[in-house]
């Protein structure tokens, strides 16, 4: 059974701080991304990696940096973080290329930041 | 560039009575569709997919969609609602000649079945 985790369920920050959510998933999957969701947007990437060390843009990645120096292991960093990335926060993973295969979720950190 | 409309914010349906999610999209070449289901305070859950082939596609929990190409749709459907599958359902598309890593996620439908 696929198992994605996530540090976290709940964190609350203040505005400015340095915040890390990690993310760790134990089927050997190349692929790992990190959404974050609000109501009414749906999920929407932010960073994605296909491999140790690479990392590619989504679609809003801005203040937000990504780390993956282990194959398990996918770590998403908030520089200094901002009321508005108040939000849940959801990491997948999947095997291979092409765009077939079933991504796994975590079960989501919910961010506060004041 | 690809897109996904789930028209419906919330769908209401009585236990035992069939249901329909919608979802429509927007994709230059085929596309890989999927659906999937969250529960509260969980991280979503996969319901099934459609990459190729018959276009009626079953999955998890009782759940079918199909794929119509003409009318660019990919509507989710269960025959008899159970209060269970109440939950927040999202409909996704890929783009294979994009890679396939980019996932693009409607904006979600909650459906609530009461008893």
């Known amino acids: 059974d696929v198992k994605v985790t996530q540090s976290s369920r709940y964190l609350v920050k203040r505005t400015g701080e340095k915040v890390f959510l990690e993310c760790v998933q134990d089927m050997d999957h190349e692929n790992m991304f990190w959404y974050r969701q609000d109501p009414g947007l749906g999920l929407r990437l932010i960073y994605f990696s296909y491999d140790v060390k690479m990392k590619e843009k989504g679609d809003i990645p801005e203040g937000y940096s990504v780390s993956r120096e282990k194959k398990e292991r996918f770590s998403l960093i908030l520089e200094s973080a901002s009321t508005n990335q108040t939000s849940m926060y959801l990491c997948?993973?999947?095997?291979?290329?092409?765009?077939?295969?079933?991504?796994?979720f975590g079960p989501g950190t919910r961010l506060t930041v004041l | 560039a690809q897109s996904v409309a789930q028209p419906e914010d919330q769908v209401n349906v009585a236990e035992g009575n069939p249901l329909t999610v919608k979802c429509t999209y927007s994709v230059s070449g085929n596309p890989y569709l999927f659906w999937y289901v969250q529960y509260p305070n969980r991280g979503l859950q996969f319901l099934l997919k459609?990459?190729?082939?018959?276009?009626l596609v079953k999955g998890s929990y009782g759940f079918e969609a199909e794929f119509n190409k003409s009318q660019t749709s990919f509507h989710l459907k269960k025959p008899s609602a159970l209060v269970s599958d109440s939950a927040l359902y999202f409909c996704a598309v890929r783009d294979p000649l994009g890679g396939g890593f980019k996932t693009i996620f409607g904006a979600g439908t909650r459906l609530f079945v009461k008893a």
């Open positions: 997948a993973s999947n095997t291979g290329g092409g765009g077939q295969h079933t991504q796994y």
């Open positions: 459609y990459i190729t082939g018959d276009n």
